[in-house]
């Protein structure tokens, strides 16, 4: 019996930190679908254009939400003032921010059934665009093991151990993107 040169669960362990990548992107995304309460990852990671520059709204300013359904931002310095108003219009939650002085108050009003149709909708979308990223990452994977099997470096017996422990790790990222769509989708029907 030959001795194996490559080890097929080290090929496998280089998907892990992509794959939680993927999470992250995800958990980020549902983050900024505004649900019936307000909170500051609604707006957090909205760009914002200063001085020529683009800067993520958490990066000018503190963000609060002193209510339910209310986003309270305090901007830095003053002059940021403008450029935030502009990009919270643009991101476009229904609602126009108030600016009172040195505050800009977003007050978010109750989903209507059309808007929260709509969100499960996005989030749908959100969830097959992560599952084809993760189905992606699969085949790659897939693909290198069977180049190594083909170059000899491993076997045929660890070639279906391989594929059976590369869909068994698919699985359980496909299980925790079920699990956070699904939690998403409950506080929208809330």
Not at 92 to 101: Q, R, T, Y
């Amino acid at each position: 019996m030959t001795e194996e040169k490559i080890s097929y669960q080290e090929i496998i362990k280089k998907i892990k930190p992509e794959l939680e990548k993927v999470i992250h992107f995800l958990e980020r995304e549902l983050q900024g679908i505004r649900v019936s309460r307000a909170s500051p990852s609604l707006v957090e990671d909205i760009q914002v254009e200063c001085f020529g520059q683009k800067f993520l709204l958490k990066q000018l300013a503190a963000i609060s939400t002193p209510e339910a359904r209310q986003i309270l931002i305090q901007p830095w310095d003053s002059s940021y003032i403008e450029g935030i108003v502009k990009s919270l219009e643009k991101r476009s939650f229904g609602v126009s921010p108030i600016v009172d002085k040195n505050l800009i108050k977003v007050n978010l009003p109750p989903l209507s059934e059309e808007f929260r149709q709509d969100l499960i909708r996005m989030i749908s979308q959100r969830k097959e665009q992560t599952k084809q990223t993760v189905r992606r990452w699969r085949e790659e994977v897939w693909g290198e093991i069977q180049e190594k099997f083909r170059e000899g470096k491993i076997s045929e017996d660890n070639k279906y151990r391989a594929k059976d422990e590369l869909q068994k790790l698919i699985d359980e990222y496909n299980k925790k993107i079920e699990g956070m769509i699904e939690k998403k989708e409950k506080e929208i029907k809330e």
